[in-house]
């Protein structure tokens, strides 16, 4: 059996190089990794890629590692006027962006993790979305080609996890979380409360363990509480 | 030119909240959409849609009542009501983007006579700018009705024959609530429905680049009684 519990959130990311390609849940303050956010600032790793929603707020979510410039390159879909430090590296042409739609941003990971090279949608045909990228009219109407977003790492928050991993989410802090669960080649979650296996309902298990690689309680913030 | 007041953002509010029906689920995005669901036509249920997942939404919730794990769009804490169901950010784009909501309304910078609409950046502005949920829920709504102020705040017209600003999607608007008027894209472009209140139709083309097609009496816009 493979051990997927880690003692600690600093543990828990203690292999992540630099120059890795990370997705970040949350979304709107809740279901971020904050403490895994936290743990990786502290180990160090930089030239980091985010592929996430925003881009923090302050100093909080992902803030911290812009301001300690961790991150040399974001996918996002909407990084955020209050994520002042990558504002601030994104003035100083520091670091480079590719703004996604939202939804699309969710089907390319959606699509890494699935198996599929790829598919056409409306949304972005016609704006910047579809600049260098191939159109296709597909029943009559304008599409656009979009590839899909793997990563090497995700940094996922779910509320509970029995020991082999299935997860469960806690209202809207699901988000972006069992998205990128199924789309990285190592999927980290830290949760809020571990228990044992047999104990989360089968039909109510939103992220089946398959998709988990390492688990770990934190205990620390689990949301921003205030902008 | 016409002395009479502008709508405020809440009687624009006010009006597009006439466009709900009992039963539809809707998306309000950011900006005066955002004020509607204060105004919901007594005795019928609308579930709002929600692009982080939520099917369901109801009032922010009260000061010590607020669960930081139900946030809307806007990071605010909400409540849901009774019906409600969460799901994961891209089943919510599902909906938006499928055509599975029944109406969706969102604030613009521009909107052109062929529906064309422009509501993310404003060429020049500081920042990177942000793209958000806005062209998933613009190119597959079912109906989208965009809400804003007929002119910018220094008094550039919003209703454009073509958009200058970068688009969020083409052919997309079915109609436009300002705090002049309601207005229909049509094939021939612009269709004049109403005025506010103590407002002509030839004053309301004076703030306005596109042709506005009258055809007939304009009635002056009806605000929701609350």
């Not at chain 1, 930089?46 to 390159?73: P, V």
């Not at chain 2, 539809?24 to 929600?50: E, K, Q, R």
């Not at chain 2, 612009?190 to 007939?216: C, D, K, M, N, S």
Request: proline share 5%.
């Amino acid at each position: 059996m493979k051990q997927k519990l880690c003692d600690t959130v600093d543990a828990a990311v203690a292999d992540v190089p630099s120059g890795a390609r990370i997705f970040f849940g949350g979304f709107g303050g809740a279901g971020f990794p904050n403490n895994l956010i936290q743990a990786l600032d502290r180990q160090g790793a930089s030239e980091l890629t985010a592929i996430t929603n925003n881009c923090g707020s302050g100093d909080g979510e992902l803030g911290i590692l812009f301001k300690h410039g961790r991150i040399r390159s974001v996918i996002a879909s909407f990084p955020g006027p209050h994520a002042r430090h990558f504002q601030d590296l994104y003035a100083a042409g520091k670091i480079a962006l590719e703004l996604v739609p939202q939804g699309i941003l969710c089907e390319r990971i959606r699509a890494a993790g699935a198996g599929i090279y790829g598919f056409y949608a409306a949304v972005g045909a016609g704006t910047p979305v579809a600049d260098g990228r191939e159109e296709r009219v597909i029943g009559g109407r304008r599409t656009v080609f979009y590839e899909p977003l793997a990563a090497e790492f995700a940094f996922i928050k779910a509320w509970k996890a029995d020991g082999l991993g299935n997860l469960i989410y806690r209202k809207t802090a699901r988000n972006f979380n069992p998205l990128m669960a199924v789309a990285a080649k190592t999927t980290i979650v830290e949760v809020e409360e571990i228990v044992s296996v047999g104990s989360l309902d089968p039909e109510a298990v939103v992220t089946p363990f398959v998709f988990v690689h390492r688990i770990v309680q934190a205990r620390g913030i689990h949301n921003v509480v205030k902008a | 030119m016409s002395s009479r007041p502008k709508l405020t953002r809440e009687q624009v509010a006010a009006r597009a909240a006439l466009e709900l029906r009992d039963g539809d689920c809707v998306n309000l995005g950011w900006g005066i959409p955002n004020l509607v669901s204060n105004f919901v036509p007594a005795g019928i249920t609308v579930y709002f849609h929600s692009e982080n997942g939520i099917l369901g939404m109801g009032p922010r919730a009260q000061a010590g009542e607020e669960d930081y794990d139900v946030v809307d769009a806007m990071k605010v804490p909400v409540t849901v009501i009774p019906g409600a169901s969460f799901f994961d950010q891209g089943t919510a784009h599902l909906m938006s983007r499928g055509g599975h909501l029944d109406l969706s309304m969102l604030g613009g910078l521009q909107v052109a006579e062929n529906g064309d609409f422009a509501n993310w950046k404003i060429p020049g502005a500081k920042g990177s700018g942000g793209i958000g949920g806005a062209m998933d829920i613009a190119t597959g709504a079912r109906r989208l009705i965009v809400c804003m102020e007929h002119e910018t705040k220094e008094g550039a017209p919003k209703l454009v024959r073509r958009c200058t600003y970068p688009l969020t999607a083409l052919a997309c608007v079915k109609r436009v609530i300002t705090d002049l008027s309601v207005v229909d894209v049509t094939p021939d472009g612009f269709l004049l429905r109403e005025v506010a209140p103590g407002w002509i139709p030839q004053e309301v083309q004076q703030h306005t680049e596109a042709r506005l097609i009258v055809r007939g009496e304009v009635p002056e816009i009806k605000l929701a009684s609350r």
